[in-house]
């Protein structure tokens, strides 16, 4: 029985999209990305909604997984 050369993903025991969701939680806590503007007093926007949040979230995920799969 032949066996099969593992590839990094497969040796780390992630897909590409579990990588690309580890980053995208990464970035997402340390910049505070999708979050609505948390400053006291007049802002030039106004805060983002729950569904704008999700949409940035969303694009974000999927810039990540464009960059893992470049990678890999």
Request: net charge neutral; hydrophobic share 30%.
């Given at each position: 029985m032949?066996e ?8 780390s ?15 997402a806590t340390?910049?505070?990305?999708g979050?609505?503007s948390?400053?006291?007093?007049f ?9 704008e949040?999700a949409?940035a ?6 810039r ?6 470049k990678e890999s």
């Open positions: 032949e099969k050369a593992k590839s990094p993903e497969t040796q025991g992630k897909g590409g999209d579990e990588v690309a969701l580890e980053l995208m939680k990464f970035i340390a910049t505070g990305y979050r609505g948390q400053a006291v007093g802002t030039g926007k106004g805060a983002r909604t729950p569904e949040q949409d979230l969303l694009e974000l995920f999927e990540c997984r464009s960059v893992v799969k």
